[in-house]
């Protein structure tokens, strides 16, 4: 027999869950690929429970001026955006937007977000490179054009990955 690794009580609830799903779909239970699923807090639960979550995301990504950015181990299409400044104005920004203007499939797909604002699980991207944006027709809406701020998609659309300036003086719907 080889020794069972040691487990946090969260990761053990999570592999129950994932045991008992797959034990009735006939499957293998808590791991993808090798590592350990990790649930996604639900979206506006609270931050203790983000904190929690952010304690498995060791990887920092990327580092803005407002926030940080980890890689969800497990999961190569989310990242978790942490805000690193005394307000989560940026967060929020990011939240509204995304919930006004989803539909146009520019954004980068916001699945949770915490419930002061500070944690919010997004849509990974894949960095552009020197020329990507040539052709890119920029929404209205969207002030912040480089190169940095988009990126594409699992199936190669380019979209924006940092939406938090946003241009309020031509409002083109009922957004304000």
Known sequence: MQPCPALRWSELAELTIETIARTEQGGRAGRKGSHLVIQIPRISSPDSQFESFWLECPDLVARGTGRDVYAIPG????????????????????ILVHSQFKETGDLAEIFSWSWSGKFVVMERLTPLVDGDLDAY?????LTD?????????ASGKIKALDYALIAIDRPQSSFL
């Open 137 to 141: 027709k920029f929404p209205d809406y």
């Open 75 to 94: 999961n190569q299409e989310k990242v978790l955006k942490v805000s690193n400044r005394q307000t989560n104005f940026s967060n929020w920004m990011e």
């Open 145 to 153: 054009r480089k190169r940095a701020n988009y990126g594409r998609d």
